[in-house]
């Protein structure tokens, strides 16, 4: 089993910048597809950044293009979303999320994975 902890959330102001951390405990994910993921009131969960196993791969959501960028640091058994130029819109409850299977893909849809975090929520303000 893995268990997958979210911190580094918070409210900010628009145009600021979060990073957020998932670290992993109970197994290592050093060799799991990782993704990030968000989720507002009212609306359904939604990709907006995942990794390859070895970091070779990243992908991103268009609304996450040219602002966030997703990172991995196996030794620490860790993953990173670095938010810059926050809008208001990015205000949601942050998931990150790991599957079993090891590649150089990057997954995009919730179902695909098999362990999330508990979330951190992430309030920007205007």
């Known amino acids: 089993q893995v268990q997958l902890v979210e911190s580094g959330g918070g409210l900010v102001q628009a145009g600021g910048s979060l990073r957020l951390s998932c670290a992993a405990a109970?197994?290592?994910?050093?060799?799991?597809?990782m993704g990030w993921f968000r989720q507002a009131p009212g609306k359904e969960r939604e990709f907006v950044a995942g990794i390859s196993t070895w970091g070779t791969t990243t992908s991103y959501a268009d609304s996450a293009k040219g602002r966030f960028t997703v990172s991995r640091d196996n030794a620490k058994n860790t993953v990173y979303l670095q938010m810059n130029s926050l809008k208001p819109e990015d205000t949601a409850v942050y998931y990150c999320a790991a599957d079993r299977a090891w590649g150089q893909q990057v997954l995009t849809t919730p179902s695909e994975y098999d362990y999330w975090g508990q979330g951190t929520q992430v309030t920007v303000s205007s």
């Open positions: 109970g197994r290592t994910v050093s060799s799991s597809i």
